[in-house]
């Protein structure tokens, strides 16, 4: 348990400086940049996306459940290292090749797509999947945090302009590459020698794909939104509002869910293999119990600072942002759940084809709803679209996992939270009268939520939240 607490805060340490940079930087990029530069960004940095994630081909999930495996023999888990980060390779070359083909053809936006060339790279030499294989969180995020703020530091003198949208490019893709290069430093620590005679990269090519076909799923609604977005709306703003309410939603999903998950899934691979079935449903009953505790107080904080939030933080002008993140607020909640059991059940115990059917379902009902929505009401329209299709996978996932989730487990989990989030965010929001600097209050805001809905949650007699608060109370009287 010591060992994925310590992971856990590494993870997040490492998630913050992947999430919460971007939000840092936002504010700064939208107001020099402006929505329409933002929106360039997002839109041709959605089309790499799909060259990216056809080069990783699924390796980071698979990659990690098969290192989570094979961690107690050394030289098992190096060989499979190299196989799969030779397959890696192969495969985005080949992506590069393609990409080449695509910036000859597409000569309107082919400065963005050079800028942005380093990301196929950074894909190419991505290792975190062994880091996280092996539980080895504080290396990947330790060796990667330094290149990381430098890039802010990059990002801060040399995009001055509005025309910098190019350098924005360069400086985001050049930080990924060099972020993901500097773990391969460490590499000597974990891998002994070995003869690459007799591998076979390829071998792990089939149960890739099985982790590559829901990656490719979730794109449809993660990434192929903005894509559409630029290509029916032809307008950047649209996709820059829509960029700027995705952010702040990602990080929110980041510290409810996404960082805890990411990290469980090692153990739970390694719990699997050795049939602990019986702690299996403990660590995910608790999970689940954690992920919606800290996505409530996420979802209904954002909805009472929002007011104050957007204009601080993206400037005037800035009003269809705040809606778009007032909607696409559920999907904190929505894909906690999701996110739960694929990460903890689905993956972990080799049903990830399964799990790729659901998805696959929840894509192609967000296609169609974009084609249908994106028409009428822009990017609002993708916001419903995404919502409805995570809606979908929920359900399914919930549905099909057997009882290890159920609907009384998620009622017990919610009913104490909702409420005490739904009267959190009354009182912030009220607090938005206050005629006092705006930047300030936003701040008295944000502490006042953490300290109500956690005060709330305590006179709940919440599960989680109470036992913690009884243990600091002994402590301090002691």
Request: charged share 15%.
């Amino acid at each position: 348990m010591k060992d994925l607490k310590n992971s856990f805060i590494y993870r997040l340490i490492y998630e913050i400086l992947l999430y919460a940079i971007p939000v840092v930087t936002l504010p700064y990029i939208s107001r020099v940049l402006g929505a329409d530069g933002v929106g360039e960004y997002s839109y041709t940095y959605s089309v790499i996306t799909y060259f990216m994630m056809f080069g990783a081909l699924g390796t980071v999930s698979y990659g990690t459940r098969r290192i989570a495996r094979l961690r107690d023999d050394r030289k098992a888990y190096t060989r499979n290292f190299w196989e799969i980060e030779i397959m890696s390779v192969s495969i985005c070359l080949i992506c590069l090749l393609a990409w080449t083909a695509l910036i000859a053809v597409n000569t309107e936006h082919s400065a963005f797509f050079i800028a942005l060339t380093p990301f196929l790279f950074g894909t190419m030499f991505d290792i975190t999947w062994f880091y996280m294989g092996l539980e080895r969180v504080k290396t990947m995020a330790l060796s990667s945090s330094a290149v990381r703020i430098a890039g802010v530091i990059l990002l801060f003198v040399l995009v001055k302009r509005k025309d910098d949208v190019i350098m924005y490019c360069i400086i985001s893709s050049v930080t990924l590459l060099a972020s993901n290069l500097s773990m391969w430093l460490f590499l000597p620590r974990y891998l002994e020698k070995v003869d690459f005679k007799g591998m076979r990269p390829f071998s792990h090519l089939k149960e890739s794909v099985v982790y590559f076909i829901p990656t490719i799923a979730v794109s449809v609604y993660l990434v192929l939104d903005r894509t559409l977005i630029g290509l029916i709306t032809r307008d950047p703003y649209q996709n820059g509002y829509y960029e700027q309410a995705a952010r702040i939603i990602n990080v929110a999903k980041a510290l409810s869910f996404s960082v805890y998950n990411t990290v469980a899934t090692a153990r739970l691979s390694y719990l699997f293999a050795e049939n602990a079935f019986e702690e299996i449903k403990e660590r995910i009953r608790t999970s689940l119990d954690l992920v919606l505790l800290l996505g409530y107080g996420s979802v209904f904080g954002l909805l009472g600072i929002a007011g104050i939030f957007v204009p601080v933080f993206f400037g005037d002008g800035s009003a269809p942002a705040k809606t778009m993140i007032i909607m696409m607020l559920p999907l904190v909640v929505i894909v906690a759940l999701s996110d739960c059991l694929g990460s903890l059940y689905y993956t972990p115990s080799g049903r990830r084809a399964q799990s790729a059917k659901y998805i696959l379902a929840g894509a192609a009902a967000n296609l169609v709803l974009n084609i249908m929505l994106i028409p009428l009401w822009g990017a609002k329209g993708a916001v419903a679209a995404s919502v409805a299709a995570e809606m979908l996978i929920t359900v399914l996932y919930i549905h099909n996992c057997g009882g290890t989730v159920t609907l009384r487990m998620i009622s017990e989990s919610s009913w104490k939270r909702i409420a005490a989030g739904a009267l959190m965010a009354a009182v912030v929001w009220s607090l938005s009268y206050l005629q006092i600097n705006h930047v300030f209050l936003l701040i008295i805001q944000i502490f006042a939520g953490i300290i109500i809905y956690v005060v709330l949650l305590y006179l709940f007699r919440d599960r989680l939240v109470r036992p913690v608060l009884q243990s600091i109370k002994g402590r301090a009287e002691a």
